[in-house]
């Protein structure tokens, strides 16, 4: 793996993991890679094979890191990694850097290209250097995209339809910024996107990712900003999910004190852990460089702030000084925030 810092994924600094974990295209096909440290062997499956474990192995590089290429694939094709735990159970798991999934009831990760998309917000980029959002006046609309409109028969808007008629609204009614509700890819409609699976990949109910590109573009030359509602602070347990990524808790705490919200009935992301911090900041940072967001809104940061958060006592994990504060859920906001704004220094956080 070319330039991968190996020490600084391990480490928790990484932001820029989506460029090589994930899938990415090839002169002579797709690669893939995925970090699995404690799995007994991992495969890519789809289509294109049938779902059949076997056909394309991958081999394990340092860091517990797995890679192949599979030759011939083509973009929006289908795959999962057959992960095969150490007991033996195979889990057949979607991408958790993909970039583009099928829509739900599916839950494949789907093979997706985001070069191409030709940027037309320069100038509103450069108004926000010169005139930052913080120090403005500021009048938010706050939206759930799947519900604030529908055709007739019920079908979602697509995004580009969206940002056309989104835009005319908020603009008719007096506001220059939208809030989304979470747009990152999520299995159930009622969880209103609360409850992801998919960091790094717009939902594909209203579109692509470059139609989501467009969407963001098109309100800022509106004059519009666009903020995301971004979820850090738990994950669904859908088996193609984060979950005991590799038979192991790998993007959650493993201590049962910690690793659940049960009035949720989700899992709680390990914030200790460097690369599930390097996870968390290059998907932060990945909404703000590719996708031109002016910010993020994090949910639900109470209960990333306080390791008895919902926990009746007896049944929560004190700190390293005794305290119910989670000391690695501070460091990790304190990191969200440098990184966010070493990305864009007029990002709003």
């Given amino acids: 793996m070319e330039h991968f810092d190996l020490a600084a994924f391990y480490g928790g600094s990484a932001t820029e993991l989506y460029r090589t974990l994930g899938a990415h295209r090839t002169p002579d096909g797709w690669v893939f890679r995925v970090w699995a440290p404690h799995?007994?062997?991992?495969?890519?499956?789809?289509?294109?094979?049938?779902?059949?474990?076997?056909?394309?192995?991958?081999?394990?590089?340092?860091?517990?890191i797995?890679?192949?290429e599979v030759a011939g694939l083509s973009e929006y094709d289908t795959y999962k990694f057959a992960v095969t735990a150490q007991s033996g159970a195979v889990t057949f798991k979607a991408d958790p850097y993909a970039f583009h999934a099928e829509t739900r009831p599916g839950t494949a990760s789907k093979l997706y290209d985001l070069g191409?998309?030709?940027?037309?917000?320069?100038?509103?980029?450069?108004?926000?250097?010169?005139?930052?959002?913080?120090?403005?006046?500021?009048?938010?609309?706050?939206?759930?995209?799947?519900?604030?409109?529908?055709?007739?028969?019920?079908?979602?808007?697509?995004?580009?339809?969206?940002?056309?008629?989104?835009a005319d609204h908020v603009l008719d009614l007096g506001y220059n910024c939208v809030e989304l509700m979470p747009?990152?890819?999520?299995?159930?409609?009622?969880?209103?996107?609360?409850q992801c699976t998919g960091y790094f990949a717009a939902t594909s109910r209203y579109g692509t990712p470059r139609d989501f590109m467009y969407f963001v573009?098109?309100?800022?030359?509106?004059?519009?900003?666009?903020?995301?509602?971004?979820?850090?602070?738990?994950?669904?347990?859908?088996?193609?999910?984060?979950i005991d990524f590799d038979g192991t808790p790998c993007y959650e705490y493993a201590d049962p004190n910690k690793?659940?919200?049960?009035?949720?009935?989700?899992?709680?992301?390990?914030?200790g852990r460097g690369e599930v911090?390097?996870?968390?900041?290059?998907?932060?940072?990945?909404?703000?460089?590719?996708?031109?967001?002016?910010?993020?809104?994090?949910?639900?940061?109470?209960?990333?702030?306080?390791?008895?958060?919902?926990?009746?006592?007896?049944?929560?994990?004190?700190?390293?000084?005794?305290?119910?504060?989670?000391?690695e859920a501070i460091d990790f906001l304190r990191a969200l925030n440098e990184t966010a704004f070493s990305v864009d220094p007029n990002a709003l956080m």
């Fill in 39 to 64: 799995a007994g062997s991992v495969s890519v499956v789809g289509d294109f094979c049938a779902w059949d474990p076997t056909a394309h192995p991958m081999r394990r590089l340092d860091g517990g």
């Fill in 66 to 68: 797995w890679e192949t």
């Fill in 116 to 166: 191409g998309y030709r940027w037309g917000d320069d100038e509103w980029r450069a108004s926000r250097a010169k005139a930052p959002l913080d120090r403005s006046p500021l009048n938010i609309y706050e939206v759930h995209l799947g519900s604030w409109r529908r055709h007739e028969n019920g079908d979602f808007y697509d995004y580009r339809t969206l940002a056309r008629e989104l």
């Fill in 183 to 194: 747009v990152t890819e999520y299995p159930l409609d009622d969880s209103w996107g609360y």
């Fill in 217 to 242: 573009d098109h309100l800022h030359q509106k004059g519009i900003s666009v903020i995301l509602d971004w979820v850090p602070s738990h994950f669904c347990k859908d088996a193609h999910g984060l």
């Fill in 259 to 271: 690793r659940e919200h049960e009035g949720w009935g989700t899992r709680v992301f390990d914030y």
């Fill in 277 to 327: 911090k390097s996870f968390l900041l290059s998907s932060a940072a990945f909404w703000l460089r590719e996708f031109h967001v002016d910010g993020l809104r994090v949910d639900a940061v109470a209960s990333m702030l306080y390791l008895d958060y919902g926990r009746e006592n007896g049944r929560w994990t004190p700190n390293i000084n005794g305290g119910h504060e989670n000391l």
